[in-house]
């Protein structure tokens, strides 16, 4: 039973944390440019923005969702595949929840290169 | 700022690790060596750091795409390889090294495109009213 928890684990992990980036992402598209916003109104200011903005919250939850998936996970399989597999299906998530949630341009170039990643990182385990 | 996300994330799990290595295993039945784990000064120093990639990863999605930034920053990747290799004197095998390759590939291919997915006009005015009212409100005025 346990590589069926471990891939459960990998599979809750992986869409927290691909819910949990999107999130911030559009949190902080709607809030806008930092850089701007701390010349115009300071560090301050954009700051409590940041961290009273709903969608910032809910991310940072799906986050910590993804954290506590991890830590199951390596207590039920190696690291040396939990790793790299959780990370390598959070970029091709991640992909497929931008195209689809944040309506971003993903083209050839984008696509080849989160597939290289990819496959990079699951070398990193060997 | 995107070199600065890898270094920050790289460099914080690396003094983490090195850290919690110093501490020992931490069971569920005994979480309050956690606490203690707090004063160590790697584990400190790797919780600012990490503190530091949260700020520069959360400024980044400000101004770039989602599908720009995670890969752009995945040279992180390669810089705790180079640490395990060089400070840490680990052994990095070939496999390893062809994935940095990769990794590095990855990274100089998104590198090359552009970081933003240009709005069209009717939602650039969506966008605008989508935005964090209060501030969105400010730059109005000034």
Redesign the interface.
């Known amino acids: 039973m346990k590589p069926a928890y471990t891939w459960a684990a990998i599979f809750l992990m992986v869409t927290a944390s691909v819910t949990g ?2 999130l ?2 559009k949190a ?8 701007d ?1 701390w010349q ?2 300071g560090i301050f ?2 700051v409590g ?2 961290l009273r ?1 709903p969608l910032f919250a809910l991310g940072i939850a799906a986050m910590a969702i993804a954290f506590f998936a991890l830590l199951f996970g390596l207590s039920w399989g190696d690291v040396s595949l939990i790793a790299p597999a959780s990370a390598s299906l959070t ?1 091709v998530g ?2 497929i929840a ?2 689809l949630f ?6 050839r ?2 696509c ?6 990819a ?6 385990a ?1 | 700022m995107l070199f600065g996300i890898a270094l920050f994330g790289s460099v914080g799990d690396s003094l983490l690790s090195r850290g919690m290595k110093e501490i020992g295993t931490v069971s569920l039945t005994h979480l309050q060596s956690l606490i203690v784990a707090l004063a160590n000064f790697w584990v400190l120093g790797g919780i600012v750091l990490l503190i530091g990639f949260f700020a520069t990863y ?2 980044a ?3 770039a ?4 930034v ?2 752009a920053t ?1 040279i992180g ?1 390669v810089i705790i ?1 180079l640490i395990a290799k060089f400070v840490l004197h680990e052994q990095v ?1 070939t ?2 090294w ?10 100089g ?2 590198a ?2 552009p970081a933003l ?2 709005l069209p006009e009717h939602s650039t005015r969506e ?1 605008e009213q ?3 009212p ?3 409100s ?2 109005g005025r ?1």
């Not at chain 1, 944040?102 to 083209?107: A, G, K, S």
């Not at chain 1, 080849?112 to 990643?117: D, E, R």
């Open positions: 980036d999107v911030l992402s902080m598209k709607q809030i806008g440019d930092v850089g916003l115009d109104h200011r954009v923005s940041v903005h970029f991640n992909m931008a195209k944040l309506h971003e341009r993903v083209d170039r984008r080849i290169a989160v597939a290289l990643v496959c990079g990182v699951v070398l990193l060997f | 959360m400024t999605l400000s101004w795409d989602l599908t720009y995670l890969p995945s990747y390889a095998t496999a390893r062809i994935g940095i390759l990769l990794i590095t590939s990855g990274v291919f998104i090359g495109g997915t240009p966008s989508d935005r964090e209060e501030l969105a400010a730059r000034s």
